[in-house]
């Protein structure tokens, strides 16, 4: 027993129950959140983790396989047939895009392989398979659109000959673009904004060197398809890392 100046018996534990006191409990503190440490396999896809990058990229690997070891008349044949091009897509545009989707187009050394790898893993690891998935498909989508239409609005008007409705396009490339400029957006500023610069000038390289420039502003297109996702994906996401 504790005693008072006055002398009246106070109960021991009397000043445990005003909090502050000498003596008394601490007040309770925010316990922080635990914070996630970066690992190297974070970067590879995994079957729990990244549903839908492991097991879209295990299908990717099974027909890039294909790719590699069947006749090349074959391989040439369904290539043609995957194709996105104007006059597949106005016949039959679901069953020739999600076709073309299958292949990658360069092979597995392609740069838009590791690119598919790394940021899809990334991205899904941060917004979940499903919305993940909705990047890819709008880059791939939208962009094949964008640049597959106006070749058959220009064979109508006599701008085109008809020959350019049957050109060889099909690929993850599209979707692909369109997957790491919405990374670049969740990345810290200091690590987003110069990787999509890196990215836009070798698409720019491309477009102002390759003998194909409608798939290379497609590339673009999908590119700035991905920046608009930033928002959204943003507010699902906590925002875009921050720097220290």
Known sequence: MDR???????????LDAVPGQRGGPARPASIPRPRQVFRPRHLLPTPAG???????????????????YAPPALTHALYQASSTDAAHLLRAPVPVLVASALWVAGGVFS???AAFVLALTALERRVGAARAFGVFLAGHVLATLATELPVGGA?????????????LDYGISFGVAAV???????????YGYPLLALVAAFLLHNLLTHPD???NWGHLIAL????????PLREVSGGPARSR
């Open 4 to 14: 008072t100046p006055t002398g009246a018996a106070v109960p021991a534990n009397a």
């Open 155 to 167: 064979v109508l008007l006599g701008d085109l000959p008809p020959t350019s409705l049957h050109r």
């Open 180 to 190: 790491v400029a919405a990374l670049c957006g969740l990345l810290r500023p200091r």
């Open 213 to 215: 420039p409608m798939t």
């Open 111 to 113: 740069p838009f392989t």
């Open 50 to 68: 990244t549903p839908f990058t492991f097991g879209y990229g295990a299908l990717l690997a099974v027909t890039s396989a294909f790719a590699s």
């Open 224 to 231: 700035t398809i991905g920046t608009r996702t930033w928002r």
